[in-house]
């Protein structure tokens, strides 16, 4: 199998045209979730196995000496090799960069091993250290540093058109040789290369790529046409108006990489507090071993040894364990209810979120259009509703579009009739039968159209259905209304948000009136319609602007801007590759319940982590305390903390158990 790198490099040699104009993308980047770069990530994790089997070692000499000291000094330094280094290394380069002393938790870890080492308790150092390192590294497997490629994105720019030449044959050339003015062939089935204008032809265009709309737009003479679209059974010519690195496809690939590169993630509880937790430690201990010796009477030697009890209380294994098991149980809990989170932060950061932006088609309706409704009047005498349906089964039999799938999911015929029938762009489906000229198509081919028919017509539009008339002899009988129907759990989860107080939006490439019909029905809070994907990841920046946290629930490759735009992006498992790659996260099966489970889920998460970090703080309070009035030392220490740890951990597996719904 090609690695993502690979293919990447094969598309760019083949494609460069997408690189053009500033719009390279780079796939080099790795947005490493905690800020550090190691470099060969295997090395740390190498050796820190390396000191903890020292760790082992040494336990397994039962009196103290120089071997067992140097086994756990090893120990120390080999498991706590990164977390030396980045104690030490980022506190300068973030001093540096903030231009004030910013410490971390890795520092205080540093200084406190050492401590411990001074005092002769190489065990207790090394233990620290261990501890630290192996939640350092569970967390890093929890964030999963899964990078937002954006590979499958560019595998569906066009890569090749039907240039027409000036004999008028038609000559097959790579995309980025056209020019503004080219004239281009496309045929039925075939991709549009570029954005253009139609010169001659009619035909229907699935543009569910930048629109996102379920239902093909038909297309004639000076119509606009966008590249990556799909043509569908007519033959088309049109000419180029926009270099290809310009089309509104290339502005989907730019803006995903753009957001990509400026991805920053959110800093967890725990990082909020870390540097003031750390900087009052480290003005805290030299301050309580240069006053002990005043206030309690103690010897400096005793003062010393006191600091150092006082650094190891203060070491934050606990503070450090409040989180990530914590967050590690609830992102199980969500997989295995189909929920994939790619990372802690972003599951933590869901309990925060103040508004919901929905893509429409595919998210909060079924991605399909059904028919809704359906009138017919009766010509003849002879005439029957349920003969009408028989015809107008055997026409739509013949035709491959969306709505001929909807009328035949609704409509079951009792006669199968066997019924020669034309498609005609433009004109819809006609057929003869019985000596009787039928026809479906949209309102507008109709003329003299009866009162009834029309008034139902308008009701219908009203409510942001798509309607065909049914005719016999150019006398329009019928009407059917269709509708891309609003997904089952719509209502359910919009009713959820709106009890937690959290705005919710509808985003849609459908017109305002069709997205409004679909808003009324799931009582969602507001609905924009005519977006086109760049507008998308505006309306996202003004909910983030109006209301704080953001997250963007999308299933198509026109949804993947706005994913990557908003605080947390959450894809539809049945969607596109594309919206999939670059969300946060992921509903399975398109069960739309699971994201208010998972909301749920993150406010239980939010609630077990504030617990873990109290709890912890408490008991680094009372251990202090008790040092510093000589009854404490430095084995009791250690194993209070590490009792503490584990019930911290312990606390964070209750979220392995189901959330109530």
Not at 58 to 64: G, N, S, T
Not at 298 to 316: D, E, K
Not at 475 to 486: E, F, R, S, Y
């Amino acid at each position: 199998m090609e690695t993502v790198e690979k293919k990447a490099h094969n598309h760019e040699e083949k494609h460069d045209h997408n690189h053009e104009k500033g719009h390279k993308h780079d796939h080099s980047q790795n947005h490493n979730h905690d800020g550090h770069n190691h470099g060969d990530s295997k090395s740390p994790v190498i050796l820190f196995f390396i000191g903890l089997a020292a760790f082992g070692l040494a336990l397994l000499i039962k009196e103290k000496n120089v071997m067992q000291s140097a086994l756990f000094v090893g120990a120390m330094v080999s498991s706590g090799y990164h977390i030396i280094g980045e104690g030490i290394g980022d506190t300068i380069k973030n001093t540096i960069k903030n231009k004030r002393f910013s410490p971390n938790v890795h520092l205080l870890m540093t200084l406190a091993a050492i401590g411990a080492a001074i005092i002769g308790n190489f065990e207790e150092g090394a233990l620290l250290i261990i501890i630290f390192a192996g939640a350092h590294f569970l967390e890093e497997y929890a964030e999963g540093r899964s990078k937002r490629e954006i590979t499958n994105l560019l595998k569906m720019n066009p890569t090749e058109a039907r240039l027409i030449q000036p004999d008028g044959s038609t000559k097959t050339v790579d995309v980025s040789t056209l020019k503004i003015g080219d004239k281009l062939q496309v045929l039925n089935g075939d991709q549009i290369a570029t954005d253009g204008v139609i010169l001659s032809g009619m035909t229907s265009i699935d543009e569910s790529s930048i629109n996102g709309e379920s239902i093909p737009r038909e297309k004639t003479v000076g119509d606009n046409v966008f590249g990556s679209t799909i043509n569908g059974s007519g033959v088309i010519t049109m000419e180029v108006t926009k270099d290809s690195s310009d089309t509104v496809f290339a502005k989907i690939i730019q803006l995903v990489n753009q957001s990509q590169s400026n991805l920053s993630k959110t800093a967890t509880k725990i990082q909020r507090i870390e540097p003031y937790y750390v900087t009052l430690v480290l003005v805290l201990v030299p301050i309580f071993i240069i006053l002990a010796p005043t206030l309690f009477n103690w010897t400096w030697n005793q003062s010393f040894y006191r600091g150092m009890v006082f650094l190891i209380s203060a070491s934050p294994c606990a503070l450090a364990a409040s989180a990530i098991p914590a967050t590690l149980s609830a992102i199980s809990n969500l997989a295995k209810r189909g929920v994939l989170f790619k990372g802690g932060s972003y599951l933590s950061n869901l309990a925060e979120i103040k508004a919901v932006a929905f893509d429409k088609t595919g998210t909060l309706t079924k991605g399909k259009p059904s028919v809704t409704d359906f009138y017919f009047e009766m010509a003849e005498a002879t005439d029957s509703e349920q003969g009408y349906m028989d015809i107008i089964v055997a026409m739509e039999k013949t035709a491959n579009h969306p709505l001929a799938n909807a009328i035949l999911g609704k409509f079951n015929a009792e006669n199968m009739l066997n019924i020669e029938v034309e498609n005609k762009i433009g004109t819809g489906l006609i057929a003869e039968y019985e000596g009787a000229t039928y026809q479906i198509g949209k309102p507008e081919i109709f003329e003299n159209v009866d009162q009834s028919i029309q008034q139902h017509n308008q009701e219908y539009s009203n409510e942001g259905k798509t309607v065909v008339y049914f005719a016999k002899n150019k006398q329009v009988l019928g009407l059917i209304a269709m509708m891309d129907v609003p997904n089952e759990n719509a209502i359910e989860v919009i009713r959820y948000l709106k009890s937690q107080n959290i705005h919710t939006t509808m985003i849609t490439g459908d017109a305002e009136l069709t997205g409004q019909a679909v808003g009324r029905i799931i009582g969602i809070d507001e609905v924009v319609g005519n977006v086109l994907p760049e507008n998308k990841t505006q309306i996202v920046k003004e909910q983030q602007s109006r209301y704080g946290m953001t997250a963007m629930l999308g299933d198509g490759v026109n949804d993947a801007p706005a994913l990557v735009t908003a605080d947390i992006g959450v894809a539809m498992g049945d969607g596109t590759d594309i919206a999939i790659d670059v969300a946060d996260a992921v509903l399975m099966k398109n069960d739309l319940t699971k994201f208010s489970y998972a909301h749920k889920t993150a406010k239980r998460l939010d609630q077990v982590v504030w617990q873990n970090i109290i709890f912890s703080m408490l008991i680094v309070a009372t251990l202090v305390f008790l040092n510093s009035i000589g009854k404490m030392d430095i084995t009791l220490g250690v194993l209070i903390h590490e009792g503490s740890t584990l019930l911290v951990i312990l606390n964070g597996l209750r979220l392995l158990i189901p959330t109530k719904k």
